[in-house]
Every structure is written in structure tokens, then in C-alpha cells.
């Protein structure tokens, strides 16, 4: 059974551009979380996607946005990047919404010179 | 707030010996308990859970435990080995969303 699949696993941006993460969760699951992980704050929730409607939101700012496809899919999307973006970040799949397990991918490394 | 406090942020053991890591949580709303185990390079493996109807949870060499009265849950692992350097992470769920500690870096020295 594949697990969660990131794309790319390496980005490298420049300041003002936008970027957009690819996650493709576990076959049969429906949920999908992003985080971004960074040295000084650890890791931290972004937002949930469930059967393409986003279920919670973290406080990041407007500049992250997030969507699901139909097959659960689920891309975010950075605008005008700032070298404090710099971070991984991390997709994890759950089988529903709710208090349940979630999986983690590889991460997108991404770098924002 | 959501918060989530993680000690120590990092430990030292001789394989054979026992890691335990804690953790404080602040919302009473919370009701699952993951832990991860996090290797260079990688994204956060599940490792073990459990939720807050249960006290203890035990598979193979982990264990955790969870005192819902103070907000504390654990992670206890035994007999540690070389390929249990990691860094560490326990998280407490609200709604689905996942509150981290800040992790504990491990080290197994043969």
C-alpha cells in the first residue's frame, strides 16, 4: 500500500513568487492536513481538507491557501513568498476528519532566497 | 490557548536503557495522543497513540501513558537500541488538528 506522496521534495523560490505543493494521501483516505515544520516554532498546522472542503484552519495568513480534488488530492499554495516561508512542509493523510491517525509524507523542502 | 509542553528537548541513554519523554498538555478538549518518531530527512512516522478513555497503551518496547487529571501523557521506551536515535514528538488533537511539542532529540549511544 503507497503512503503519502509529496511533490516536488525540493523547491527553491525567490522572494514575491508563489509556489504550489503537491499531496497525493493513502489510497481510501479522504483527509488531508498540511503543517509547516521550522526550526524556531516546530511544527505547526496550516489547514484540513475533507472531501474537498477545508475543516479547520491554523493561523498562518492569508498568503497559504489550500484546495482538495475530487480523489483527495490536495495542493497548497503560497503567494508572494517571504524568506520566513522557508520551511518543510508536511502533508499527512487520515483515513476521516476527527481525532484519528495521521501519516506523513516526505515533505516539500522548500527554500525562498 | 492550544498548547503543548515537551521535556526533554533532549536526551542521552546507553542502549539497553530506558528514554522516557513527557508531555503537558492545555486544552481538556483534547482526546488522542499521537507520537512520532522523526529521522533525518523524513517526514514524522506514527509510532504510537492513545486516546483518552485509556490510561496506558503498550506495544512491544513503547508504552505510553495518560493522566487526563493533570494532562500528562509519556512515552516510555525500553531496551533502547542505536536505531531508536530520533527525534521524537508527541501532539495532542483538537478537532483533527494537531498540536505538537517542540520534540526531543534522542541519542542511543552503543
Known amino acids: 500500500k503507497a503512503g503519502v506522496t509529496q511533490t516536488p521534495r525540493y523547491l527553491i523560490k525567490t522572494r514575491g513568487q508563489q509556489v504550489t505543493l503537491s499531496c497525493s494521501p493513502i489510497s481510501g483516505h479522504r483527509s488531508v492536513s498540511w503543517y509547516q515544520q521550522t526550526p524556531g516554532q516546530g511544527l505547526q498546522f496550516l489547514f484540513e481538507y475533507f472531501s474537498e472542503t477545508q475543516r479547520n484552519k491554523g493561523n498562518f495568513p492569508g498568503r497559504f491557501s489550500g484546495r482538495q480534488f475530487s480523489n483527495s488530492r490536495s495542493e497548497m499554495n503560497v503567494s508572494t513568498l517571504e524568506l520566513g516561508d522557508s520551511a518543510l512542509y508536511l502533508c499527512?493523510?487520515?483515513?476521516?476528519?476527527?481525532?484519528?491517525?495521521?501519516?506523513f509524507g516526505q515533505g516539500t523542502r522548500l527554500t525562498v532566497v | 490557548g492550544e498548547n503543548v509542553e515537551q521535556h526533554p528537548s533532549t536526551l542521552s541513554v546507553q542502549e539497553g536503557d530506558s528514554a522516557v519523554i513527557k508531555c503537558t498538555y492545555s486544552d481538556s478538549a483534547s482526546n488522542y495522543f499521537p507520537w512520532y518518531k522523526q529521522e533525518l530527512g523524513k517526514g514524522p512516522q506514527l509510532i504510537i497513540d492513545?486516546?483518552?478513555?485509556?490510561g496506558e497503551k503498550k506495544d512491544q518496547r513503547i508504552a505510553v501513558t495518560l493522566n487526563k487529571t493533570a494532562k500528562h501523557f509519556s512515552l516510555h521506551i525500553t531496551e533502547t537500541q542505536p536505531e531508536d536515535s530520533a527525534v521524537y514528538f508527541c501532539a495532542a488533537s483538537i478537532g483533527g488538528k494537531l498540536i505538537f511539542g517542540q520534540g526531543t532529540e534522542l541519542s542511543v549511544k552503543p
Open positions: 499527512a493523510s487520515s483515513l476521516v476528519t476527527g481525532n484519528t491517525e495521521a501519516f
Open positions: 492513545i486516546r483518552s478513555n485509556v
